[in-house]
T-cell receptor, first 109, second 118 residues
C-alpha cells in the first residue's frame, strides 16, 4: 500500500517530442505528489508538484495530470530537449515521501 | 529557491573507519531533515527522519548504531557511518523540509555524498 509504481523504466524521445511518465499508487491517504529530476551524480531537484484536489498543473513545458479515482498521475514534458535527459522520479507524500522506481529519459537530438 | 548543501561531496575510506557527512540548509531553518541512500540505477530509500533536538526515527532495517544521526541545530544534521564496510558504499542524500512543519511542506534535497569504502 505504501508503494508508488512508476513506468516506463526508460524512455527515448526525439527532440521536440512529448515525454510521458506514469505513476500509480494505492494509498488514498497520500496528499501530495511531487516530481523530481535527477542528473547523474547529483541530488534530486523538485520539478513540479500537485495536490489531489487538482486534476492538472502546468509549469512551463511540464504538466502533471492527476486522476484521483484511478489513483494515477503522470508527468508530460512538452517539446522535449536534450537537456531534459535525466532520471525522473515521481513521489507521494503520506507522512513521508515514497518514491517511484525512476524513469531514465533520453532525448535524442 | 531553498538551498541544501552536503559535505563532503565524495569520500573514500578504508573498511572499519567512520565517516561523517554534513547536511546544511543554507537559507532556511529546517526542523526536520531526512537521510536517503541511493544505489546505482535505483530509487531513493529513506533511512531516517531527523528532528532538531530529538532522536532520529529510523526506517525498518536501518541499523541505528551503524548510522548515527545528529540534528543539533535548525540548519545542520550529520550522518556518521560507523565502522564502514564495502557494502555501505552508496550515494547518501539528505533533504530538508521547509515550511511550518506540515508533512506536505516542500523537501529540498542536497547534492549528495558519494561514499566508497575500500
Amino acid at each position: 500500500q505504501q508503494q508508488v509504481k512508476q513506468s516506463p523504466q526508460s524512455l527515448i524521445v526525439q527532440k521536440g517530442g512529448i515525454s510521458i511518465i506514469n505513476c500509480a499508487y494505492e494509498n488514498t491517504a497520500f496528499d501530495y505528489f511531487p516530481w523530481y529530476q535527477q542528473f547523474p551524480g547529483k541530488g534530486p531537484a523538485l520539478l513540479i508538484a500537485i495536490r489531489p484536489d487538482v486534476s492538472e498543473k502546468k509549469e512551463g513545458r511540464f504538466t502533471i495530470s492527476f486522476n484521483k479515482s484511478a489513483k494515477q498521475f503522470s508527468l508530460h514534458i512538452m517539446d522535449s530537449q536534450p537537456g531534459d535527459s535525466a532520471t525522473y522520479f515521481c513521489a507521494a507524500m503520506g507522512g513521508k515521501l515514497i518514491f517511484g522506481q525512476g524513469t531514465e529519459l533520453s532525448v535524442k537530438p | 529557491g531553498a538551498v541544501v548543501s552536503q559535505h563532503p561531496s565524495r569520500v573514500i575510506c578504508k573498511s572499519g573507519t567512520s565517516v561523517k557527512i554534513e547536511c546544511r540548509s543554507l537559507d532556511f531553518q529546517a526542523t526536520t531533515m531526512f537521510w536517503y541512500r541511493q544505489f546505482p540505477k535505483q530509487s531513493l530509500m529513506l533511512m531516517a527522519t531527523s528532528n532538531e533536538g530529538s532522536k532520529a526515527t529510523y526506517e525498518q532495517g536501518v541499523e541505528k548504531d551503524k548510522f548515527l544521526i545528529n540534528h543539533a541545530s535548525l540548519t545542520l544534521s550529520t550522518l556518521t557511518v560507523t565502522s564502514a564496510h564495502p557494502e555501505d558504499s552508496s550515494f547518501y542524500i539528505c533533504s530538508a523540509r521547509r515550511g511550518g512543519g506540515r508533512s506536505t511542506d516542500t523537501q529540498y534535497f542536497g547534492p549528495g555524498t558519494r561514499l566508497t569504502v575500500l
